[in-house]
């Protein structure tokens, strides 16, 4: 089934430690974003590739970057993660923007910081 | 600035009832609206499309542009529709990024 994957589905870095998650699509989607989900809160976007270019949102902080080495794979990467940055992170992907069909949505990696 | 308000976190209904979950929106500019939904230990999954004025698993939903709301409607819920429920809206153009509201959980009572 043709699907977003993303790696691992639970991820426990330390306090300070680099970490990278991984999301791959076999969908052949141009866009690929990256969220954010707090406990309770709303998916709130961190940024997107829209084929190779990079959008990044007003509020994402410094510490997160990302790589979109080609069409199928894009990494978050986290460089010093603290406390605040425990949460779930979901990768989705659409076709041009998503209006017609909408996004794909990955399971999502849960990111603890201890 | 684009906003998307669920006012309910929590709702019940007994099965066989109907159910409505409310969404209401901000955003300068004419936006694409849709619902997502999560089933337990799922990934978040398109549930709707306003674009498309369509009718999913007896869920439909009607853009009211005066109100600016968005409301998911079933006449019939039933146990299986017990799920999260996001309401998200997008622009028409570029990478149309999709911001969400909080989410509703709805919880159909056998």
């Known amino acids: 089934d043709a699907m977003v994957i993303q790696n691992p589905r639970y991820q426990v870095t330390q306090f300070g430690k680099p970490v990278t998650l991984s999301c791959s699509q076999t969908?052949?989607?141009?866009?690929m974003y990256w969220y954010q989900q707090k406990s309770s809160q709303a998916p709130k976007l961190l940024f997107h590739?829209?084929?190779?270019?990079?959008?990044n949102e007003a509020d994402t902080p410094d510490n997160f970057q990302s790589r979109r080495p080609n069409t199928s794979f894009c990494f978050l990467d986290i460089r010093s993660p603290g406390l605040g940055d425990a949460a779930m992170y979901l990768c989705?992907?659409?076709?041009?923007?998503?209006?017609?069909?909408?996004?794909?949505f990955g399971s999502g990696t849960r990111l603890t910081v201890v | 600035a684009q906003r998307v308000t669920q006012p309910e976190k929590l709702l019940s209904v007994f099965k066989g009832a109907p159910v409505e979950l409310k969404c209401n929106y901000s955003?300068?500019?004419?936006?694409?609206l849709f619902w997502y939904v999560q089933y337990s230990r799922q990934r978040l999954q398109l549930l709707l499309r306003?674009?498309s004025r369509e009718s999913i698993k007896g869920f439909t939903a009607d853009l009211n542009k005066g109100e600016t709301s968005f409301h998911l409607k079933k006449p019939f819920a039933q146990e299986e529709d017990s799920a999260m429920y996001y309401c998200?809206?997008?622009?028409?153009?570029?990478?149309?990024?999709?911001?969400f509201g909080t989410g509703t959980r709805l919880t159909v009572i056998p």
């Open positions: 989705a992907t659409s076709r041009d923007g998503g209006v017609l069909y909408g996004y794909t």
């Open positions: 969908l052949n989607h141009n866009v």
């Open positions: 590739y829209y084929d190779k270019d990079f959008n």
């Open positions: 955003y300068s500019g004419s936006p694409e």
């Open positions: 306003h674009i």
């Open positions: 998200a809206l997008s622009g028409r153009t570029g990478a149309n990024n999709l911001f």
